[in-house]
C-alpha cells in the first residue's frame, strides 16, 4: 500500500469518527435545548413571577410585599422552581445560579435587573 492510499484509509476511516463527535456534540445541544423548554413548559406563570420579582428585588420579604403574598409563600414557590430546575439536571442552589438560568432561560433579561 503506497503512502498516498494509507493517507487516504486512514482518512476515510476516521471520517466517521469525527461525523460521530459532531453529531454527538449536535445532540447534547438539542438535548439542553429540550431541557430549557422542559423548564419553562413546568413552571407555572405565578411561579415565574415570584422568581422575577424575587430576583429584582434584594430580599424575599421585599418580594413578598410586592406581590401581596407572605415570605413563606414566596419561599415555597423558589423551592419549588429549585426542585424542578434540580429534576432537569440544572441544579440551581443560590440565588446566582437561579438567576443565571433565568437568563439563560429567557426569564428575564439584564436590563430589567
Known amino acids: 500500500m503506497s503512502d ?5 484509509t486512514c482518512h476515510w476511516q476516521s ?3 469525527l461525523l460521530t463527535k ?3 456534540s449536535a445532540m447534547n445541544t438539542m438535548a439542553e435545548a429540550a431541557a430549557d423548554r422542559a423548564i ?3 413552571l407555572t406563570e405565578r411561579e415565574i413571577e415570584v422568581l422575577r420579582t424575587w430576583l429584582i428585588c434584594d ?3 421585599a418580594a413578598a410585599r410586592t406581590l401581596f403574598i407572605s415570605s413563606a409563600t414566596v419561599n415555597t ?4 422552581i429549585r426542585d424542578k430546575y434540580e429534576a432537569a439536571g440544572r441544579a440551581a442552589n443560590t440565588k446566582a ?3 443565571a438560568r433565568a437568563l439563560q432561560d ?3 433579561t439584564v436590563e430589567e435587573l
Not at 77 to 80: Q, S
Request: charge should be positive; glycine fraction near 8%.
Open 97 to 99: 445560579a437561579l438567576l
Open 15 to 17: 471520517t466517521p469518527r
Open 4 to 8: 498516498r492510499t494509507a493517507k487516504f
Open 22 to 24: 459532531k453529531i454527538g
Open 59 to 61: 430580599t424575599k420579604l
Open 106 to 108: 429567557g426569564l428575564i
Open 40 to 42: 419553562k413548559s413546568t
Open 77 to 80: 414557590h423558589i423551592t419549588r
